[in-house]
């Protein structure tokens, strides 16, 4: 009921403003004709000192650069491989994925390896020794 | 206030007949009245699916920060949409121009620029219809469906030819000029109202609440 009654409030606006409604699009009307006049004089130039009209303007070919550029830091970002190296104490550097450090500089990483080196020689001393027990 | 009550004695001595005419009135300019909120509620929504359609191209524009003020939002949108304006209406008005150009040769060539021959055509077109009225309450109202009073003619020669062609011409521009002018009126409509609030500051969208222009 409220919606008819809204609808009917509707049909008694539109009857008040249809004037001003239809002289806001004669307003508009007016305004594309001399719109087009001008500028079918102004492509019609354009058109013969080589340009078009239809190019982008400046905000729409700064939007796309940007848009470009976001584009090819996300494709430089993907094709970056795997990070191979472990990650090691607070000191090595986590910034570039392809930076390897020279060996005997870190200490941190130095021992750690050292400690991973003599976990996995006593695992295969371990499967060794199974081994020489099984022979 | 005197006067309406010199009418309340009329009201209470209808008749069943005046009663039933009265309640007919009625409905009918109800009805008329829902039809016209029925269509205005259609052009509102058609209204606000065109203005919507500045945020496909705005959203980059105001998130990228390529604008960032209300101003720049405004002008943006207006010299964007003239552009369209001009692209949409391009080919219609040549189209008319042409045709027009045409018809003022062809009357001025072939009738001796006599354009009554033009107008009696395109009148004899339309149907006229007549209402029958009645006298109630010293108002003259409409009382029963029309009646046709004189019929469509159409001209089978080649002034009716010419005379149909350039007015379908003329009613597919004045179409196609209403109706982008009315899109360009929502996008500039719509960008006035969203231009502030693009910019402002809204503790609603706060909290990963964001649900854009509203």
Known sequence: ????????????????????????LAIFAVYAIIVYLFLEISSLLLFFTGKSFKNDDMETIK????????????????????NTV????????????NYYPPQGTNNNYQQQQNQENLNQSSLFDETKKDGDNNE | MNNLLIYLPLLVQLNEKEKKAIGIIAIILLGILLLLGLIARLLLSIKDRKGREIDNYMYDLVSYKIITTPFQFRSYVFKRETKKLYLNNRWALRVFILMAIALIIYVSTFLSGDWNTIWKILDDLFLEIEWPTTKMFGLTIISDWPFIKTPPVIYLTLNGYVTYVAFIISLWCGLNLIGTCFSFSAKIDRSNKVSSKAFGKNLDNMGGNNRGFQ
């Open chain 1, 63 to 82: 939007l796309k650069e940007i848009m470009k550029k976001e584009e090819i830091y996300r494709q430089n970002m993907m094709s970056q491989p795997i």
């Open chain 1, 86 to 97: 472990p990650q090691h104490g607070n000191n090595f550097p986590p910034q570039n994925n």
């Open chain 1, 1 to 24: 009921m409220t919606a008819l009654l809204k609808t009917v409030g509707y049909g008694f606006l539109i009857i008040i403003l249809s004037p001003f409604v239809v002289l806001g």
